[in-house]
């Protein structure tokens, strides 16, 4: 099997059978597969997914190929909750509570409802000494909207993949009196405070407006809306949910208005400053300046048992910005690492972000690899024209004391450090991956 498409928003993935014949295909997939008589081709029978969301309580069958066997496993259990949770730093998911069985093996696997339906998809087991039978599906309207973002041009061989809206705003919820008498919101309007909003929205929401309603849905005080009959979510499921281009409408409560109806948009992905997902947003770049090691902040490095609590806490800082807030900035730069060298001596205090290059405030990893090569080039040059004179690069650190290397010293220790450690080359900057909108 090879994956033409990753979805790391939904944790789901696309899968093909790579250069098999008709006879591979029809012994891989068994009776799930047989060769129609009139077109003399073989006819798959897909799964199909279910049209709902399972009703609490509904029985669901799990299937798949867990540990504890080779052959084939199901599981029997109950719907026990439908929420959001996360699945990984910047992944909020609606999901489907069970308490049938989940196991490494099952993820990926399907649930089926009485009907023979897909209900969801196996793909996450919360594994904490106090629970006991928290197993979590992914939705079939969830995968079934994953499919809507593929895009595959099978003449090309290639595939794109459009990732989920994000959040545009920040809020408060609106549940404290004087937080209501403060901002003038009579008791007749209910919702939530917009405190900040990204400038992907062009103005459509302001802050300070009470967003009330999302596609016609009431916001509660506390920012849910109802689920179905009795049941509340939180608000995101409704944006993060949206198909390709698909419009939402948001209702406000703004200057003493109620029911103000902001014109349709089409909500995309907001990048963050702190790279997310490998091979996404997150590709594996690095620059050797000299004897420094220095990479992209990413949400592993954050993660990283290296990573401290100061710089854990700046990484978080940046993350709550928007982009317009970001100064400029594509991204953060931090030190991991001072190799060995005598250019180095006495320094010694690495996992630091580098804000600035000889006074110049650092936008990326390769905005301060261009402004090296162009310190290098200038020693080269003054080097040819008989000027003795250092040349010197100087690396402000984030609450730290700076760092100063002499150019043509630090040239040549970088090929000593390269051909020591095996490194190929001082950097790798890679273009943004084309796969994903």
């Given at each position: 099997?090879?994956?033409?498409?990753?979805?790391?928003?939904?944790?789901?993935?696309?899968?093909?059978?790579?250069?098999?014949?008709?006879?591979?295909?029809?012994?891989?997939?068994?009776?799930?597969?047989?060769?129609?008589?009139?077109?003399?081709?073989?006819?798959?029978?897909?799964?199909?997914?279910?049209?709902?969301?399972?009703?609490?309580?509904?029985?669901?069958?799990?299937?798949?190929?867990?540990?504890?066997?080779?052959?084939?496993?199901?599981?029997?259990?109950?719907?026990?909750?439908?929420?959001?949770?996360?699945?990984?730093?910047f992944n909020i998911l609606l999901a489907i509570q069970i308490d049938a069985a989940i196991n490494p093996g099952?993820?990926?696997?399907?649930?089926?409802?009485?009907?023979?339906?897909?209900?969801?998809?196996?793909?996450?087991?919360?594994?904490?000494?106090?629970t006991d039978n928290v197993g979590y599906l992914i939705p079939a309207d969830v995968v079934r909207t994953f499919?809507?973002?593929?895009?595959?041009?099978?003449?090309?061989?290639?595939?794109?993949?459009?990732?989920?809206?994000?959040?545009?705003?920040?809020?408060?919820?609106?549940?404290?009196?004087?937080?209501?008498?403060?901002?003038?919101?009579?008791?007749?309007?209910?919702?939530?405070?917009?405190?900040?909003?990204?400038?992907?929205?062009?103005?459509?929401?302001?802050?300070?407006?009470?967003?009330?309603?999302?596609?016609?849905?009431?916001?509660?005080?506390?920012?849910?809306?109802?689920?179905?009959?009795?049941?509340?979510?939180?608000?995101?499921?409704?944006?993060?949910?949206?198909?390709v281009d698909e419009p939402t409408i948001f209702t406000v409560y703004r200057d003493g208005k109620d029911n103000?109806?902001?014109?349709?948009?089409?909500?995309?992905?907001?990048?963050?400053?702190?790279?997310?997902?490998?091979?996404?947003?997150?590709?594996?770049?690095?620059?050797?300046?000299?004897?420094?090691?220095?990479?992209?902040?990413?949400?592993?490095?954050?993660?990283?048992?290296?990573?401290?609590?100061?710089?854990?806490?700046?990484?978080?800082?940046?993350?709550?910005?928007?982009?317009?807030?970001?100064?400029?900035?594509?991204?953060?730069?931090?030190?991991?690492?001072?190799?060995?060298?005598?250019?180095?001596?006495?320094?010694?205090?690495?996992?630091?972000?580098?804000?600035?290059?000889?006074?110049?405030?650092?936008?990326?990893?390769?905005?301060?690899?261009?402004?090296?090569?162009?310190?290098?080039?200038?020693?080269?040059?003054?080097?040819?024209?008989?000027?003795?004179?250092?040349?010197?690069?100087?690396?402000?650190?984030?609450?730290?004391?700076?760092?100063?290397?002499?150019?043509?010293?630090?040239?040549?220790?970088?090929?000593?450090?390269?051909?020591?450690?095996?490194?190929?080359?001082?950097?790798?900057?890679?273009?943004?991956?084309?796969?994903?909108?």
């Open positions: 099997a090879q994956v033409i498409v990753y979805a790391p928003d939904v944790d789901l993935a696309l899968l093909t059978l790579k250069g098999c014949s008709l006879e591979d295909q029809k012994e891989f997939f068994g009776d799930v597969v047989e060769e129609s008589s009139s077109t003399n081709k073989l006819s798959k029978h897909a799964l199909e997914l279910a049209d709902e969301l399972p009703s609490l309580q509904e029985s669901v069958h799990v299937m798949g190929f867990p540990t504890g066997g080779t052959t084939i496993c199901i599981t029997e259990g109950v719907v026990s909750r439908i929420d959001l949770v996360m699945a990984s730093a099952n993820s990926g696997g399907p649930a089926f409802d009485k009907h023979g339906k897909v209900v969801g998809v196996a793909f996450f087991k919360n594994t904490s000494k106090k499919l809507g973002r593929c895009k595959l041009d099978r003449d090309a061989g290639t595939s794109t993949y459009t990732l989920s809206p994000s959040l545009p705003y920040d809020w408060h919820p609106l549940e404290n009196a004087s937080l209501r008498l403060a901002h003038k919101v009579p008791s007749s309007v209910h919702g939530i405070l917009v405190t900040s909003l990204s400038d992907t929205l062009g103005g459509i929401l302001k802050k300070g407006d009470v967003l009330t309603h999302i596609d016609g849905k009431a916001l509660a005080d506390d920012g849910q809306v109802v689920l179905r009959r009795d049941e509340l979510i939180q608000h995101r499921y409704l944006l993060r949910g949206k198909r103000q109806e902001c014109p349709p948009c089409v909500l995309g992905n907001i990048p963050s400053i702190c790279l997310r997902w490998v091979d996404v947003d997150y590709p594996p770049d690095y620059l050797v300046l000299g004897a420094l090691v220095l990479l992209p902040m990413s949400w592993a490095l954050r993660s990283h048992k290296r990573c401290g609590k100061k710089l854990i806490g700046e990484s978080i800082d940046w993350c709550q910005k928007w982009p317009q807030e970001w100064e400029g900035k594509t991204g953060l730069v931090i030190l991991v690492d001072i190799l060995a060298h005598e250019l180095t001596f006495s320094y010694s205090r690495p996992w630091r972000q580098v804000t600035t290059y000889n006074g110049t405030p650092i936008l990326s990893l390769e905005h301060l690899r261009d402004m090296w090569q162009t310190s290098c080039q200038e020693s080269k040059s003054a080097k040819e024209d008989g000027n003795k004179d250092p040349t010197f690069a100087r690396l402000e650190l984030k609450g730290d004391r700076d760092i100063v290397l002499e150019v043509q010293a630090a040239i040549e220790a970088e090929s000593e450090v390269l051909k020591r450690h095996q490194i190929p080359k001082a950097s790798h900057i890679s273009p943004r991956n084309p796969r994903y909108n």
